[in-house]
């Protein structure tokens, strides 16, 4: 498995989760990692993205504040610390991996990616 995702569960209004993606060393190396959502009846959302020299960093608006991308770059994983969780953050999360770089938010420009961690918040 290139990318493993992990961390999710059923959390309430107001919670927090961290997310984890641990990916091989190939697929880490790639120039942007980014994160994306899936509710049911719906179309996989961009959420973050993240480059890996600069770290730059770039949010939906609807997790804009609350969420956080990061990289630890000596564990070859990627993370989202979702904070004031909502019951629209409700989804399958994945994460994924963009080589060219495009620096895009379209699930398309990714090449690779991990099977989604589902995320329930509860009301």
């Known amino acids: 498995v290139q990318l493993q995702a992990s961390g999710g569960g059923l959390v309430q209004v107001g919670d927090s989760l961290r997310l984890s993606c641990a990916a091989s060393?190939?697929?880490?190396?790639?120039?942007?990692m980014g994160w994306f959502r899936q509710a049911p009846g719906k179309e996989r959302e961009f959420v973050a993205r993240i480059r890996r020299g600069s770290g730059t960093s770039y949010y939906s608006d609807s997790v804009k504040g609350r969420f956080t991308i990061s990289r630890d770059n000596a564990k070859n994983t990627l993370y989202l610390q979702m904070n004031s969780l909502k019951p629209e953050d409700t989804a399958v999360y994945f994460c994924?991996?963009?080589?060219?770089?495009?620096?895009?938010?379209?699930?398309?420009?990714?090449?690779?990616w991990g099977q989604g961690t589902q995320v329930t918040v509860s009301s």
């Open positions: 994924a991996a963009d080589y060219q770089g495009s620096w895009s938010r379209r699930p398309s420009e990714y090449e690779l």
């Open positions: 060393v190939r697929i880490y190396s790639s120039t942007v």
